[in-house]
């Protein structure tokens, strides 16, 4: 129980330590980093890891798209350190900062579409696959008006200022709206219709971000599909109509207050997107210049009663409030009713002071103190500084009075906030139309419409990647009018605008910014401190950094032009987002360009951008640049080895000491690939698997590994007996075995990465290559999973199918660098000359020799049954046919190949399994087997899970190594003879206990073609294994492949649901298999 309790608080220090959930995947690996081991579930005697997460209290496991999430719950202990983790920020993105003498085109020329003929010698099943027809749907981007709370990566940009060159266009069929001055009338007048499905637009909002919050983990460094998910999650749906702006007199309710018995929420504006009276109380202490709020929280509940909690609020020496009397059942809840009423009393006109003497002379003071403040008032603040300035209460409606005041401007700005300035001289006020400041200065900027062509000029302006590239239209109704709002908003602010200060900015707002070498241009305030803000500039894609006095009021009669940026992907190679040379390749390549975009169809309302193919049409030979970026991201990923030291990792050591060396980074640039391209929201459909090996030695196929991750590999056997083949991972030279029906081609799933060279490849180690074969323990000990230095050696030619290298490590503690070659050559010659000198100091004696010889061949029948490993386990106890079978699933490969294991004796497997974890680790090697035979029972260690089984050996595969059955989980495996250890004599129940793995098939299920998917035997796993049912016996035979095994055909029953759910039918039902009795 110690250990149990020790694991079970270092897993809580690992989830405590990240922002949001794990996978249990994601939790094992920094359990491992951590505590140098993977989670011992099994030891702990537990199936599977989500099985010990959901039988300890403490932990919070929830499943999502078939993944099992785990969170840590926060005890009163715990509670800091998960609020502080909780208030991380997310590490900044620095990027170089570009010139903004680029902001528009410079290339020059006629525009014109590419050529209907033109063709490439790259694989042409792109144009067929994945470039999708434009679709007739209208499509508009309002990504911009949900832009929320993340800044948009800050790679690379390329910002342009406006210039008197002629920019080639391409006319439109239609068009959207007219932007310039004299069409803002026409605009203004479509608002209103506009705003009748903002609803739709919220709806989709929020089910863009449902699922994401748990997968977003604060980290020092981003990988490319996290950074990708975070650019999601600060975007809006884009759907494929156009949605509508937000109600003016649309109000925001939160309906899950977590306060109860309370005053209702105070009238003070708050930040957006907050419901935490706490956090709204920092805010507002913030904004009237009070200190910062103190909390005091002290139970009052009974000792052996449930707590009850009360908290004491002060701010300053003047203001102090109570939750008592309404008590709450935590802390966190008492510090918010506490929160509620200290706001209640700062916002509260009547508090203190005393009433006013006259509306006259409060109208009076007011204009002195708003002309204190240029850069105006919050009208939230106003009553708690009159009353501080001048010892007394504003009139109940002074807000009415400032309506009719002369003297004092009421400036709406944004979500219902007002401010208050001082009017100018010599000049009255107008009065206020409350429904003209709703349509132009409340709602955001209306999304962009775009052209109904299936072809556009554009002009890129951003790329980061192939998933993040931002660009701009050109038209008339496009580039011209931003060039005509750029003109207009620098002659206007030049002498005009309305300044801002902290206390005035509003994160998610838009405003107008004074950029150093850009002019006044549109941006959205991301974040903000003391002297700068962050700003996501709408028109151009990128963000950027300005001081506060540089930032004003944005004037309704620039909101009427939609922002111009657009967020794009190129279709097709989205995979290349993943590797960090494909990103530069388009960064290099694409910002600054004037360009022909083909979008494709918008069949995706969660996905912000937009799919496009882009060609060059500047020269006689259009380009498809989607292509030409593949090209050269494969050349740069060639691999070779020359005289000079390059850094590669050694991802394979054969048992014949033969050395498989892969690029730095390359293999994991793949496998980053395929996960993109796998999982997540650019998943695409799984080829089917192919019927028999190619003839072609060089046709790739990806295969899934143990560890969930996708590999490239090519087939190096044939077909056997089972159904299965060898296979060679080509990033990494390790062997695999696997179902022909689990491999995918590779060529019709992503060509480009089919393209892409193979990052492994076979070495030689010169002198040392027959020393190695003899010392590959302590070769794999130095290089394997090691990132290394390797050059070729002199002499030996490139044409060389493997080149003969030396390796270099680097030792403690100087750092220094190692020869691998020369340290195995002088250990194995340095052990042989041992080896000699044994022989001639341990030469037997010929007395003692001939002894030992009379003992082998005289010894007695009864001590020849003395080894216990010759015993044969009994028999498993079988059912008939008819008759039920309670099962628990083991391990599954398809409905044709699983293993079940007898639940009436699973408490006996525990026992056993624990039993054995104590009493194994006290065998020593000395212990080992010189020749075990097939059948013989041991057991042995398996290091993947750290915990000891009961084995069979299934065959001989060399004089040093054994195939080994684990009998009761249905796995094969191979381990060094020196790691079988005989049944420890203290767990009888070991020898005793049949064999709990009894391999089954389902019953009555055929697959839908020749064999199994493989996207129907990964369903198939995630339906069954670590799952119990009630099964119905229908068969008893023998395995096909192994007559002395039984095989069972079962029919798997949920009766864990209100309705018993037959999982052959379930199959049927999702299009997975067809039953055997229809056909």
Known sequence: ???????????????????GALTLKQCNRDYKELQGEWIPFKKLGYPSLEKLFLDVSGFKVSQVNGEWYVDAIASQETQHIAAMVARQKPSKKSGSKVNYLNRLPKKQGIWRKPASNNTLNYGSQYSNQYYRAKSGAPLNNNSYNNYKNVKPNNTHKTIETKNNSTIPKQPTKTATTEYSENTATKSSAQLPQLRSHSSVSEEHKQSARTGKDIENKSSGKVSASQRLSNLRDRLSTVDLIPLQLPAANNEIVDKSDPV???????????PPDCTSSVAKLEWTCRKLGLPSPVYKVQNIGPKRGPASYDSTVKVGASYVAMSYPNSSPSEELAKEVAAVKLLELLESSETEGVPTSSPTKAMSSLVDLVSEH?????ASTVPFLYRKKYGENLPTDWQDLVENCPFIVIDRVANGLSVLLLAKEGSLPLPVDTSVFDEAIESDLPPLQFPEDDFWNVFITVANSTLEIWLRIIGPQYSDAFETLLADMAKYYDSSGTAVDKSMIIRDAWYAVNLDDGGWQRAKIMDFDEETASVFLGDHGDDDVVALNKIRILDSKFRKLPPQAILCRLEGVEELAASAAAAELVRRRLPGEVLVAAPGARTDPTDPSIALVLYDTSTQRDLNLNKEIVHDFCISGAFSITQKPCEVEVKCVTEEGRVWVSAAGGADTVRAALALLTAGPYRRQLPAAPFAPSPNAATLYIVRTLAGDWVRCTIISGLDGEGTVRTQLVDSGLILRAPLSSLVPLQTFSPALNAYPFQAMLVRLGHAERAAAAMVSRLRELVLDQRVLCRALPGTGAASSAPHVELFVRTEPQNMLA???????????????????????DTPNPVEALNKKKERLYRTASGADERPERAALPPPTLPSPGQCFDVYVAMAANPWNFVVQPNSTRHMLQTMMSSLQIECPKLSQTDAP???ANGELYTVYYAKDLSWYRVTVAGSVSSEIVSVYFCDYGDLA????????PVPPTVPLARTLPPQAIKARLYDVLPLHQDWAVEDCIRFQELCVDQQYVGICKDVGKDPLNTNEPLLTLELIDTSTDEDVYLNKQLVSEGRARLASAT
């Open 819 to 841: 020869s691998v070659n020369n340290d195995i050559f002088m250990e194995h010659e340095y052990l042989n000359q041992d080896k000699v000198k044994e022989q001639k100091k």
């Open 974 to 981: 191979l381990f060094e003879i020196q790691a079988l250890r």
């Open 374 to 378: 240029e850069a105006g008032l919050w």
């Open 1 to 19: 129980m110690a250990e149990k309790e020790q694991v079970i608080q270092a897993l809580r220090a690992t989830l405590l330590s990240v922002k």
């Open 260 to 270: 109860t018995n309370v005053v209702p929420a105070h009238k003070l504006e708050a």
């Open 930 to 932: 010189l020749k075990p």
